[in-house]
């Protein structure tokens, strides 16, 4: 039973990552973890023969920290992005300043080998995250803003279409359900009373959208390692006039497999994403020259480039459940600014196999 469980709880613990990106949308997070699981059930072909538990049930837990401003690869302190009267105003300065921003993501994920080459999934996140700002608005001098509810619900297919006895070659395509809430709203500088909170404050993306995941995979009795190439293709605009940006990413890893039920591992990626595109008009104020308030509602200030290091450990606990800590952050940032960054990401997944 350890040669049939031990190869899919490992990869289980592979496919469950959860990695973050800077000033994400906190449904980009859902998404991604969602991406990387077509390189699950890194199992041989003998094993794949013997093995009856066809079903994968895990719930995952996962929390994100934004601090630090950046412009490009140039880090920018709190007041060098707060913009105050008597200043000249720039496209790099505002008068609404988020601070810390924090992000969780619980995630029940579904999977069923259909056959040994071809795996069906469902994602299923609840999103909630906090937003502390500073600002020159009179009684909001610093102020928080919230929000939570069901994410972008997504449904997944890896399809394994080339395999040796010790390696194999994944391809995987899903779809992604708009879902999640992109009407939050909350009480902010720009007027009165509760209005629409910017992107960083929506749980979902509004639109239809297409995870796509190409992996080679190597394994052996003392470790395992692969690569991936992974993407995700927004369609369309969402009915506040916005899309968020396509997502790439290329990265590697190894994980050691000598240590008995303790599994560690690391990875590295390589992440690009765009700006948003269109802009909700409800987030901008009339000043034709600076319309943005804060950088979380400049639809430029999103995306850009990032290197992750993650690192994890896995144990399997009884053959059949299985447990993963992770803590990840970036070694490199070049992000369209001024937008925060990730600080650090930890996620903790319990999952088993029936």
Do not use: C
Request: proline share 6%; aromatic share 12%.
């Amino acid at each position: 039973m350890r040669k049939i469980f031990n190869p899919l709880i490992a990869s289980l613990f592979a496919a469950s990552s959860l990695p973050a990106w800077s000033q994400t949308v906190p449904s980009d997070l859902a998404e991604i973890s969602m991406e990387e699981l077509f390189s699950a059930n890194v199992v041989s072909t003998e094993e794949a023969l013997q093995r009856s538990k066809r079903w994968h049930l895990s719930y995952r837990y996962g929390f994100s920290d934004f601090e630090q401003h950046y412009v490009g690869t140039q880090k920018r302190s709190y007041q060098q992005v707060l913009w105050t009267p008597g200043e000249a105003r720039t496209t790099e300065n505002y008068p609404v300043v988020p601070t810390e921003i924090r992000q969780e993501v619980q995630a029940l994920l579904v999977g069923y080998d259909y056959s040994s080459d071809l795996t069906l999934r469902l994602s299923v996140p609840y999103i909630k995250q906090s937003s502390d700002h500073i600002s020159i608005v009179p009684g909001y001098d610093e102020f928080n803003i919230s929000s939570s509810g069901l994410g972008d619900i997504v449904t997944f297919a890896d399809y394994t279409f080339l395999k040796t006895i010790n390696s194999r070659w994944r391809a995987g395509v899903g779809l992604s359900v708009p879902t999640g809430s992109i009407d939050e709203q909350g009480d902010t500088p720009r007027a009165p009373g509760n209005q629409q909170l910017p992107y960083t404050m929506q749980v979902g993306s509004g639109t239809w959208d297409l995870p796509l995941g190409l992996a080679y995979e190597k394994y052996g009795e003392m470790f395992r390692w692969g690569a991936d190439l992974r993407a995700t293709i927004r369609t369309g605009e969402n009915d506040r006039d916005y899309r968020l940006g396509n997502k790439f990413s290329a990265g590697g890893w190894l994980s050691f497999s000598q240590f008995g039920r303790l599994k560690p591992s690391l990875r590295l990626d390589y992440r690009w994403q765009d700006q948003i595109r269109g802009h909700d008009q409800t987030l901008s104020v009339p000043n034709p020259s600076f319309p943005y308030p804060a950088p979380v509602a400049d639809p430029t200030a999103f995306g850009g480039e990032q290197i992750e290091l993650t690192l994890a450990l896995d144990f399997d606990i009884n053959g059949s459940w299985f447990v993963r800590g992770e803590y990840s952050e970036p070694l490199w940032l070049d992000l369209n600014g001024p937008q925060t960054a990730e600080k650090y990401h930890f996620a903790l997944t319990l999952g088993t196999a029936f």
